[in-house]
């Protein structure tokens, strides 16, 4: 269970910090960095408290106590107010329509158990997501205020396991930058011998050694001999090919140079050879193999979109305990 006073918000450096009080491991005050955006809706909240009548014994709470029939205010919201009324409200009108993957007798998908949904479920998704993004245990120990490191590490496995039945899916389906098929012998090899960079695999050795952030020729990957991509770097291709095509519009409109011109032009058939031979590969595939692939693809994209969202340093600071 966890309270925040009123004053719960500091900027540290400028960056916005939280500070909360964590009653089960009994322990206040530690700070844990938040979101912009996280630091304007607590602002907002305080404004919006400034606003309203002081209530004397509540007042120092961000979320003071709604209070009961014939009983005064006092303290702040609890868990069990939280969850029971203002979360599960927030739910059904959020999400009207709730219903499972599995099916009824008539082929219908049944309804979801909405007690399944708790407030709960967002510490899990935050630890899953640092957890595939790579943040290093220790720090993530730090962040979610685990006694035992053994508990964290849960949230690994969880994690290398999707990621490893993911990447065992896609790895065979490696093009080259001819659209002609180079998969990848096993998962390790994908793992081992590639590094993802922003429109497919690269196996140009230095390059994974330095984790995909040393290429030599600028990520000119369309036209580079180690290009790698699989289908999960679709969505990425799709848009890098729209993007050179509205780049193309530019430099005529501009009156570029004809080189200029050429290479965009060079570039769009490259990425569009690869792109055009996946997706070929994907439409002859029976349809039950065609959704595994895709599902595999959307967890490869989570684990590198998580890697992109968590900063890699330690973000967090405890207080004394
Ligand atoms: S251009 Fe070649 S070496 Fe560079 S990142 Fe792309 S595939 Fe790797």
Not at 40 to 52: G, N, P, S, T, W
Not at 205 to 214: D, I, R
Not at 255 to 261: L, S
């Amino acid at each position: 269970m966890t309270s925040l006073h009123r004053e719960c918000l500091e900027r540290v450096d400028g960056k916005p910090t939280l500070l909360y009080d964590n009653h089960k491991r009994r322990r206040h005050g530690p700070r844990i960095a938040v979101s912009e955006s996280t630091a304007q809706a607590i602002e907002a909240r305080q404004k919006e408290l400034d606003q309203l009548p002081a209530v004397p014994a509540c007042e120092q709470w961000l979320f003071p106590s709604p209070g009961q029939r014939n009983r005064p205010r006092r303290s702040h919201l609890t868990t069990a107010q939280f969850c029971n009324r203002i979360f599960r409200d927030w739910v059904d009108e959020l999400i009207p329509d709730l219903v499972d993957d599995r099916l009824d007798d008539n082929g219908e998908p049944l309804a979801y158990d909405r007690t399944q949904v708790v407030p709960y479920g967002f510490r899990h998704a935050y630890a899953q997501r640092h957890a595939d993004a790579g943040t290093r245990p220790d720090v993530l120990r730090e962040l979610m205020d685990h006694r035992s490191l053994d508990v964290t590490m849960g949230y690994y496995k969880v994690s290398l396991t999707r990621k490893q039945e993911a990447v065992k899916t896609v790895a065979r389906l490696a093009v080259d930058r001819h659209g002609a098929p180079r998969g990848f012998e096993d998962a390790l090899a994908y793992e081992v011998e590639s590094v993802g960079v922003p429109y497919g695999g690269c196996t140009e050795p230095s390059n994974v050694t330095a984790g995909g952030g040393h290429c030599r020729i600028r990520f000119q990957c369309a036209g580079c001999d180690f290009y790698r991509p699989d289908p999960s770097y679709l969505p990425a291709l799709e848009q890098q090919i729209a993007d050179l095509r509205a780049d193309k519009e530019s430099a005529l409109a501009m009156d570029a140079a004809d080189w200029v011109v050429r290479n965009l032009d060079d570039q769009i058939r490259a990425y569009s050879k690869s792109a055009d031979e996946m997706r070929r590969k994907l439409e002859d595939m029976p349809p039950e193999e065609r959704a595994a692939v895709e599902s595999a693809s959307r967890e490869l994209r989570k684990a590198r979109s998580a890697a992109a969202f968590f900063p890699l340093q330690a973000l967090h600071t405890r207080s004394p305990e």
